[in-house]
């Protein structure tokens, strides 16, 4: 009877976090929201979160019916964790300026196109420094050039992540 009872308090909170998410099913986010340890899942939608927690209910209805009692006990604390989990999620949402809901095709598109100067600004750079060290006469010239061309590959492959995480952002508005 209890258990009946515990699964059925489960189920309740799980619609009612469903209810609460409503407003942010759509949205994704940047990057994952939760641990790897907490949620299978790498998708960035929340009710693709709020699947997994269903699923890990269905799991624990089926333990409880061939009464693996291992299974239960860990099933049941890992979801109570990933409904806590999500709890704090939602509640926390509305903090999230920088990933607020909707933030828009266009702007993801202008900054798309910022970095993208940025980038072509960066391998200028590097070409005249690369210049630069073709034409040195003097070793420390070298050696400065050398750790500006340094420098500046770093900052390219930092612009070129951040375009790359730009563009997902992009295909997933778009899809």
């Known amino acids: 009877m209890k258990t009946a009872l515990l699964l059925e308090t489960l189920q309740n909170q799980l619609i009612a976090l469903r209810a609460q998410a409503t407003p ?36 624990l209805r ?51 196109l910022e970095n993208q100067e940025f980038e072509r600004r960066l391998f200028e750079m590097k070409r005249e420094r690369e210049a630069r060290l073709n034409n040195s006469e003097t070793l420390e010239e070298q050696q400065l050039l050398m750790r500006e061309i340094s ?16 563009e997902r952002v992009i295909e997933r508005l778009t899809r």
């Open 62 to 112: 089926h333990a409880v019916e061939n009464a693996q009692q291992q299974q239960v006990a860990w099933l049941a604390e890992h979801l109570a964790e990933q409904i806590t989990a999500l709890h704090r999620e939602i509640a926390a949402w509305p903090l999230r300026a920088w990933d607020s809901p909707s933030p828009g095709l266009g702007k993801w598109q202008r900054k798309r």
């Open 151 to 166: 420098a500046l590959e770093g900052r390219i492959a930092r612009c070129r992540q951040a375009l790359d995480e730009i």
């Open 24 to 59: 942010l099913m759509g949205h994704a986010t940047l990057k994952p929201r939760f641990d790897r340890q907490l949620f299978r899942t790498r998708s960035t939608l929340i009710q693709d979160y709020l699947a997994e927690a269903q699923h890990n209910l269905d799991e």
